[in-house]
């Protein structure tokens, strides 16, 4: 605290000034006044400072004697906040409290995707549900086909999501619902790389695949979407074939299985616990119309040149796969002829 007086002005200085610091082109002064300010300010901050500590002190004593209560209450708080939060989502998009069965058959009726359909509601458009049946006995395994954006990747997630609302307490998005107990969600969804540590796509997906099948158990639900697409035509319809399989005798997991190998829908020939499911869509003006409807029975196909299609490939390039599409069919109905006259 000082008074700068410029040396164009010290002669303007009072007696009483007592000269602190010289500098270049000025001089700081004090006065008895500005030093017992000076003081009064600075102990102002210490008691500040000493008045706060003990303020703290005593709060920090005073919660640990109530710590046990304070616990208590912030838990309880904490439960009451999720519940109400909960039960007004429920309230709000018309969830419906599952049962739970002893005898392990899953039933899902008018099932929902709760964060997709919030997103075409504002698209004013309107999600269509779906039902998910399991047992298990009768019926583990649903072979789900169908084109891409059909709306396979919904139907599964909603189901792994409607499942683990159901097992956290929450009502589902769904008319009813009633489930066994699970105890664990496998997924192997989506393409994705692990470069750094040396794996491919593939070896990404294999590895997935490799710990559902070594670790999923008859309680466990199961999520494979697409299967050996990161290989040659025959080595990944093998691998879907043999791992499909695998569950169905072994694991004996309820099973969403998404493939675009229609072969595997035979599997449904073989073993009576497999169900073919498939995503509707139709065909208009040239173009594809998607139904998003989960209907029994296998898809018809795959629609993969009109996807194509939508996603802006050139003209051009979807007419060639078009002539292409049609040459290879007609050698597969020529081989198979050839083959029966065999």
Known sequence: YYIEISKANLHLAPA??????????????????LKELEVK???AEDKILAIEREIVEGLRTLACAHATRIKATAAAVAELDVTVSLADVAVENRYARPRFSEDGEMRVVAGRHPVIEKLTEKDAQRFIPNDVYFHPETQFI??????NMGGKSTYMRQTALIVLLAHCGCFVPATTVKIGQIDRIFTRIGASDDLAGGRSTFMVEMTETANILNNATAQSLVLLDEIGRGTSTFDGLSLAWACAKQLIEKNRSYTLFATHYFELTRL??????VANVHLDAAEHANGIVFLHSVEDGAANQSYGLQVAALAGIPKGVVASAKRKLTQLE?????????????
């Open 16 to 33: 009483d000034y007592d000269r602190k610091q010289t500098l270049v082109n000025a001089e700081r002064f004090t006065t008895p006044e």
């Open 330 to 342: 007609k050698q597969n109905i020529e081989a198979e002829i050839g083959r029966a006259h065999v």
């Open 142 to 147: 649903s072979v789900i086909t169908g084109p």
């Open 41 to 43: 300010i600075l102990e």
């Open 268 to 273: 449904a020939e073989e073993f009576k616990q």
